[in-house]
């Protein structure tokens, strides 16, 4: 790779560590359609999950308390039941068809809680559980997992600071099993330069700390509109990023 390559790729590694530090997600949704630049996408999908378990297991330690348990196991064994598909999808289909797909229905559902419009939830067992298969479907078939916790816990209106506690919490569990399971499909090996590492860690560590030094700043108001721009632009990204490598 060369020199204006790791520079972008350093450079958008801090952003996608910062912006997903404030909000608790979105690490994968920002980083992953400027990667494709300068990686394959399969190359992308991988780096961006070995990244991706680095930031949470530091940002999990920082953040010891204040989440809830009950939701953060049961989202985590919905992902583990759609991560296994997810690998299986990322092996034999071409990850833009799926980039596509996410990016439309993400756009869609943006839109549709900016206006307000949000479900009830009778049973909130059953809809965290299914957020958690949809979260670990598209996490291991694209790398972006976020989104549809993300969107799940807005319409369920959770205050900001237990919001971005589970999400850490999801991501980083949920993170370890996608590795290892993509590691099983033989999705890993060989497919990333993983000396870039040695590139991106530090920036990561100073977004961190950023970032945190920023979320404290942030009231629920401004913190939903976060969350939900992250989102759209995410999603954005991820529909040019997908009709560009149709």
């Known amino acids: 790779m060369d ?9 958008i590694i801090f952003a996608a560590s910062f912006f997903s530090t404030v909000s608790g997600f979105g690490f994968a949704l920002v980083a992953m359609p400027v990667l494709t630049l300068v990686m394959s996408v399969k190359a992308a999908v991988i780096f961006v999950l070995l990244l991706n378990l680095v930031l949470r297991t530091i940002t999990m330690y920082r953040v010891r308390d204040g989440f809830d348990k009950e939701t953060v196991i049961l989202t985590t064994l919905g992902s583990v039941v759609g991560m296994v598909p997810g690998s299986w999808v990322l092996k034999v289909l071409p990850v833009a068809q799926l980039e596509v797909f996410l ?6 559902a943006t839109v549709l809680l900016s206006l307000q419009c949000t479900l009830p939830i009778r049973n ?39 919001m971005r506690a589970n999400m850490i919490w999801f991501f980083g569990l949920s993170g370890f099993l996608t590795v290892l399971v993509n590691y099983f499909y033989g999705n890993v090996s060989g ?4 000396s870039l590492l040695l590139y991106t860690i530090p920036v990561m560590l100073l977004a961190i700390w950023l970032g945190e030094k ?12 976060l969350a939900l721009t992250v989102v759209l632009i995410g999603a954005l990204m991820l529909l040019w990023s997908g009709w560009q490598n149709l």
């Open 3 to 11: 020199c204006t390559a790791i520079i972008l790729t350093i450079g």
């Open 103 to 108: 990016g439309a229905v993400l756009v869609a």
């Open 124 to 162: 909130k067992t059953c809809g965290r559980f299914g957020a958690g298969i949809l979260s670990g479907f598209f996490g291991a078939s694209t790398s972006v997992s976020g989104p549809p916790l993300v969107l799940y816990f807005l319409n369920e209106k959770l205050p900001k600071d237990v």
């Open 191 to 194: 497919t990333v330069d993983l």
């Open 214 to 225: 920023f979320f404290y700043r942030l009231n629920q108001h401004l913190f939903c509109k």
